[in-house]
């Protein structure tokens, strides 16, 4: 009963090594001396768990039963290793012999199969994965290959997801949803497996449906796409949140085609498939930055490792999933409830599972306020160092000499852009001087004398009016600005039936055929420049699409929203409406009139 | 108060039939609505309006590789299929399309901005305004989030050659990444940007720890918020970190990048500021009465943006504007009040007073350092350096200036009189 209480350094010390000799390799513990620190089994162990756990959940050594003896781990750890591993002790029923071999009472079996399951089971799964052939240069076998084609197929996609989420700083969403998956711990929080059964719903899904969904191009695309909202990042998020809470809801697929009423399954596809692939980016990252010290065979091994201990792991234990996803549809029992649950929690930080769902708002906001303070130390490191440093970054900024003596030489002068406004002519007879209030212009009046104030020909006849106004002050900064090229006038050097071609072009490519408008536009009016189309779109188009939403639909207008239905295109509304029944009537007349007045 | 500014103002018609593609957010014609509105409103007759030189590319490779440039100026709709390598490297594509007058366009803002710097430099405005530059996301050697040419690191590169420090403030609800990094290492300018951090929003940088490295390290600000931010939170932050930094780092010149993607109801952004909100920034900024530079930036929601940069222009012509918008050829835009405001959203604001408050702490903490960093260069001293009756405890009672703080006031203030009546030795 003694003897297990002390190490048994000197019988040990080789195996260990040969253990962290082993870890080393696949990138853990590199900071562990294999001379010093090597007999060290639990020292190892720890640095080991920290490293895995990204210190989140360190687990307290040494390791105790639940009346506080210790427990030899390392001892644990060889026994379970003669009898084949955790799974096959498990399948034998061998836990009982295990506890009598490190010389416990048999009935303490089921306790030491729980310490073996949380200190020792990431650690012999990690081991197991390691070839023997430990130089990694040529050989990889079995899963293992196959898992290296299917890693090579995507790499491309994979590294440009992994430089733009590097790009991006991802700080909460992604990380806090997957960040459990990118840990390797299958078996303590359970959040793990949920991303088995991505992996096997996917398989499920997209397969099946023949879709190329799970193309990693697709994807790509979709991620391409910077600056703009990412809809389909954030749709991913939601959903795999949505599946997170309530995995067995076959309407979980049903929160995403809100965004877009698109094909629905591509949609589901397109999530999974982003899901997975931000899981294998986080993987990379992960592992990329723990091997920054080996050599490039050596770390493309050991991706190649950790993807397939995840991958057996989904086959492994997806009796398992399924088992507690419908634990968690009869949600009560938190202890069944398993992966998804267990998911959130941990994610949140939170320990109160019976108020997940009531929470799920106030969830989200403490997410985005408390990440930094979760964030896995190793994310941290690298948004730090993020600024790229070096000469093709950063300008060169000579010091500070004192003012320089002479001002821009009469070469330069030219260079400070030409004066429009005032205009030459106002130096020589200066226009009054503005009042000096500090109101300026009028706004707009309330009433006036028209027919139908607010009407659209009373609306077209004050912008006319304004029009008339500006380009008699302006002048020539009229037409230097490109006045003449603004509004609704754009329309005058229009065919009334070119008009109608243009709008017969756009109905034809309504969303999702959006992308063949302006080719077809160019190719139906080849004369008309490309500037002269933007134009049009511009001033014309959409101003009269604009008009006749605010008369529609004032409550819910999107001016900016290019792919909206354009309800005015088949109501006769809109076009009359837009001109006088006589187009040439008081626009045109006002038109020449003004001209003389500006000759 | 300080007296009547000399503003000018550029444009260029051109600008406004630039056309990205199909449903891409950004529309340059959003300037062409801010310039008829401006005019509509009659602002011109109170300024001075020029058209931008287009900037030569060796003038854009000032501060850009001289293959970046010469490749946009090369690249064409027509063409860009040939050069898929070429675009990858230079992050062409999908954000930053290549479109037809693509590197006319650049020249234009980029023009106007160093411009606008030149005009400041030879002391022949107060206030230069160019409402089409702004587009701090551009890279050395790469486009980036819908921006091809970083002008404002072009108009700062032309500031510094006659002033001893710049100070770079950025409001757009993007962090402005390109214009830090550039000066990342140089104490001659001083980067402050306020932005959106986290959630994956673009570009990812903007960290408050992020304060610069080298020569520059604390010379590097950032501000990180959270979505929903409000008028009162923004502004009090705002003023608070803005006046100790001009306090602290007595720049000569301001160069102000007003990105209008921080309003309320933006397509891209995500705080919830009001227009008036926006404009008390420069209303701020313009009251130090240093020669300042006014940007545009982002921008999504075309009307929302022309309303936003004309009172902006009318806030640095001391002018006020009255609310209801006046007839131009665009009104129908602004259906369906015709008002300059906007409303704000119904949204949580997700930053928390202690959040705020943190955040203020580190960045105040963060400005200390510099007080006490030997060779920063004080000889310059603008001559009507004004810094404006601002309180901070009247905005925050929670959170007085320790008597630590002060003391450390009192010292520099000490300093700045001694670097003055050297600069008067030396001359």
Not at chain 2, 360 to 370: G, M, S, W
Request: with cysteine; net charge neutral.
């Amino acid at each position: 009963m003694e003897g297990w209480l002390v190490p048994d350094d000197e019988c040990s010390s080789g195996d260990v090594c040969h253990i962290l000799r082993k870890l080393q390799c696949i990138g853990f513990c590199s900071a562990v001396d294999p001379i010093a620190d090597a007999s060290r089994f639990e020292q190892i162990l720890s640095v080991f768990l920290k490293e895995l756990h990204c210190k989140r959940e360190i687990r307290p050594f040494p390791a105790m039963l639940g009346d506080g003896r210790p427990i030899d781990l390392y001892k644990l750890y060889l026994l379970v290793s003669e009898r084949g591993g955790y799974n096959s002790v498990t399948s034998n029923k061998a836990w009982a012999g295990v506890a009598e071999g490190i010389g416990l009472d048999s009935a303490l079996g089921c306790p030491l199969k729980l310490i073996y399951a949380k200190y020792l089971n990431m650690l012999e799964r990690c081991l197991q994965r390691v070839p023997a052939n430990r130089s990694g240069i040529g050989g990889y076998s079995g899963s293992e290959e196959n898992l290296g084609v299917l890693m090579s197929d995507s790499e491309p996609e994979v590294r440009s997801l992994f430089k733009e989420i590097l790009k991006r700083k991802k700080e909460d969403g992604i990380h806090f949803t997957l960040s459990p998956y990118s840990k390797m711990d299958q078996f303590l929080t359970r959040a793990r497996q949920k991303e088995p059964m991505l992996l096997l719903d996917n398989a499920k899904c997209v397969r099946p449906s023949g879709s190329t969904a799970l193309s990693p191009k697709l994807a790509n695309g979709s991620f391409s796409s910077l600056k703009r909202k990412r809809e389909s990042l954030v749709g991913m998020l939601n959903w795999v949140k949505a599946v997170a809470k309530n995995p067995n809801d076959p309407s979980t697929v049903k929160i995403l085609p809100s965004d877009g009423p698109k094909d629905m399954k591509n949609l589901v596809g397109l999530q999974y498939s982003l899901a997975f692939q931000a899981r294998k980016v986080l993987f990379l990252k992960r592992i990329h930055r723990e091997d920054i010290n080996t050599s490039t065979s050596q770390k493309g091994q050991k991706i190649h490792s950790f993807m397939s201990e995840d991958c057996n792991g989904a086959g492994n234990t997806s009796l398992q999933t399924l088992r507690c996803t419908k634990g968690t549809h009869s949600s009560d029992k938190p202890s069944h409830s398993g992966s998804c649950t267990k998911a959130s929690t941990v994610c949140m930080g939170e320990k109160d599972e019976g108020h997940i769902n009531n929470a799920n708002e106030a969830n989200n906001c403490r997410r985005k306020l408390r990440s930094s303070a979760l964030l896995p130390d190793y994310l941290n490191d690298c948004e730090l160092n993020r600024i790229p440093v070096g000469s093709s970054f950063q300008v060169q900024v000579p010091a500070w000499t004192g003012k320089p003596a002479t001002l821009y030489d009469s070469d330069d002068l030219k260079w400070l852009g030409r004066r429009i406004w005032p205009p030459e002519y106002h130096e020589k007879n200066p226009p009054p001087p503005p009042p000096p209030t500090n109101l300026i212009g009028k706004g707009r009046e309330d009433s006036c004398k028209c027919r139908n104030p607010g009407s659209v020909q009373c609306v077209r006849f004050h912008v006319a009016e304004k029009r008339l106004q500006l380009k008699c002050e302006l002048g020539a900064a009229f037409y230097a600005w490109r006045f003449h090229f603004m509004g609704e006038e754009v329309a005058l050097s229009w065919k009334e039936e070119e008009e109608r071609r243009f709008k017969a072009i756009f109905r034809l490519n309504q969303p999702p055929h959006s992308q063949n408008f302006w080719k077809q536009l160019r190719l139906c009016f080849p004369r008309k420049g490309n500037r002269s189309l933007v134009s049009y779109y511009f001033n014309v188009f959409l101003l009269a699409l604009r008009s006749y939403q605010n008369r529609v639909n004032p409550n819910n207008i999107d001016s900016d929203d290019e792919e909206t239905d354009v309800g005015f295109l088949n109501c006769s509304f809109g076009y009359g409406s837009i001109r006088f029944h006589d187009p040439k009537s008081i626009v045109c007349a006002q038109n020449l009139q003004c001209v003389d007045l500006a000759d | 108060m300080p007296s009547k500014d000399r503003v000018a103002y550029f444009y260029d018609g051109d600008v406004g039939n630039v056309y990205f593609g199909p449903n891409h957010p950004m529309k340059p014609h959003r300037l062409c609505m801010t310039h008829h509105l401006v005019l509509s409103y009659e602002l011109h007759k109170k300024m001075e309006i020029y058209r931008p030189h287009k900037a030569y590319p060796v003038e854009l490779a000032q501060f850009h590789t001289a293959d970046y440039v010469e490749f946009l100026h090369r690249i064409t709709p027509d063409t860009q299929h040939l050069f898929a390598n070429e675009l990858a490297q230079y992050n062409l594509g999908e954000d930053c399309p290549v479109f037809e007058n693509l590197f006319e366009f650049c020249q234009i803002y980029a023009g106007g901005t160093i411009d606008a710097a030149r005009r400041l430099n030879n002391q022949l405005c107060d206030i230069a305004i160019n409402w089409a530059g702004g587009l701090h996301h551009a890279k050395k050697c790469e486009a980036s989030g819908f921006c091809y040419i970083n002008d404002l690191v072009l108009g700062i590169l032309e500031l510094l050659k006659y002033h001893a420090r710049v100070l770079y403030i950025d409001i757009d609800v993007h962090h402005g990444d390109g214009v830090e990094e550039a000066f990342y290492f140089t104490d001659r300018v001083m980067t402050v940007s306020f932005h959106k951090y986290g959630d994956l929003f673009f570009p990812g940088t903007g960290d408050v720890k992020e304060i610069g490295e080298r020569e520059g390290k604390y010379y590097a600000i950032n501000i990180p918020l959270k979505d929903g931010i409000d008028d009162a939170s923004f502004t009090r932050l705002f003023k608070t970190i803005i006046a100790k930094v001009v306090e602290t780092y007595i720049p000569g010149v301001i160069i102000l990048q007003c990105g209008a993607d921080s309003l309320a109801g933006d397509r891209l952004g995500c705080f919830n500021l009001s227009i008036e909100g926006h404009a008390e920034c420069v209303k701020f900024v313009k009251k130090f009465n240093l020669p300042l530079l006014v940007t545009g930036g982002g921008g999504y929601t075309k009307e929302n943006v022309a309303r936003c940069w004309t009172l902006e222009t009318s806030v640095l012509l001391d002018t006020e504007l009255p609310k209801e918008i006046p007839e131009n050829e665009y009104i129908n835009y602004f259906a369906p009040d015709y008002s300059l405001k906007i409303q704000s959203r119904n949204m949580e604001n997700l930053n928390s007073k202690s959040y705020l408050s943190s955040i203020k702490i580190q960045v105040l903490e963060n400005l200390r350092c510099i007080q006490h960093a030997p060779g920063v260069q004080m000889q310059e001293v603008p001559p009507d350096f004004y810094i404006p009756d601002f309180d901070d405890d009247e905005l925050n009672p929670d959170e007085r200036v320790g008597q630590h703080a002060q003391d450390k006031q009192i010292q520099r203030e000490d300093e700045y009189y001694a670097g003055d009546n050297d600069n008067d030795h030396n001359a």
